[in-house]
């Protein structure tokens, strides 16, 4: 499966972005799908999943509350609804997705073997 992100931009504190991840090739669904981010000089961050075969959803603490992980099956795409943005969330964003994960998993990086490109999302004043 080949990622695409986007939906990144600059926005200001408390404003809300909406990422996009496109799929192409197999079927998204048979995948579990999750967005991560990365700061300058800091590591790869889980931010929120779905687990494959499953409606549960997955979310860091730090996000809890204000972002929402969802997916388009007919359009084979990964949304994260990002609202109440605050400074500390900019970053680049990636999407990845992967077949085989187990739900302990589901919150390490290392564990998903495909990765879009990335989309900056900066929140300054």
């Known amino acids: 499966v080949q990622l695409q992100a986007s939906g990144g931009g600059s926005v200001q504190p408390g404003d809300s972005l909406r990422l996009s991840c496109a799929a192409s090739?197999?079927?998204?669904?048979?995948?579990?799908k999750a967005w991560f981010r990365q700061a300058p000089g800091k590591e790869r961050e889980f931010v929120a999943a779905i687990k494959r075969g499953s409606n549960f959803l997955y979310y860091a603490d730090s996000v809890k509350g204000r972002f929402t992980i969802s997916r388009d099956s007919v359009k084979n795409t990964l949304y994260l609804q990002m609202n109440s943005l605050k400074p500390e969330d900019t970053a680049v964003y990636y999407c990845a997705a992967d077949e085989r994960l187990i739900t302990s998993q589901i919150r390490t990086a290392s564990a998903y073997d495909y990765w879009g490109q990335g989309t900056q999302v900066t929140v300054s004043s």
């Open positions: 090739g197999r079927a998204f669904s048979f995948y579990s």
